[in-house]
């Protein structure tokens, strides 16, 4: 039992950090796209590496969602799903 808190632990850490990365990468796009910051190069490759980083994860996601225009939905179905990832794992350490 006292292995599976620690798996539950640690897929919690991991599924918070890959929503602190979406929402980095959701202000640091809106900044981009409404020129706040202008071209700034650290943003810059700062925001190519997180979107190197989910771009794995969010692609196969892409492809299963109707295309929307501008509004990528990917990011949201992937944070719902890690939280139900959370709330079944829990579900299962409680049992």
Do not use: W
């Not at 620690?6 to 890959?18: A, C, E, H, K, R």
């Amino acid at each position: 039992m006292q292995a599976l808190i620690v798996l539950y632990q640690i897929v919690s850490m991991i599924v918070n950090v890959l929503i602190m990365l979406i929402i980095i990468q959701f202000v640091i796009g809106l900044l981009f796209a409404f020129n706040v910051i202008g071209r700034n190069e650290f943003l810059a490759s700062f925001y190519d590496g997180i979107n190197r980083l989910l771009d794995p994860v969010l692609r196969p996601i892409r492809r299963l969602l109707p295309d929307t225009g501008s509004i990528d939905f990917s990011p949201i179905v992937l944070i719902l799903l890690m939280n139900i990832l959370l709330t079944i794992l829990s579900s299962v350490i409680a049992a």
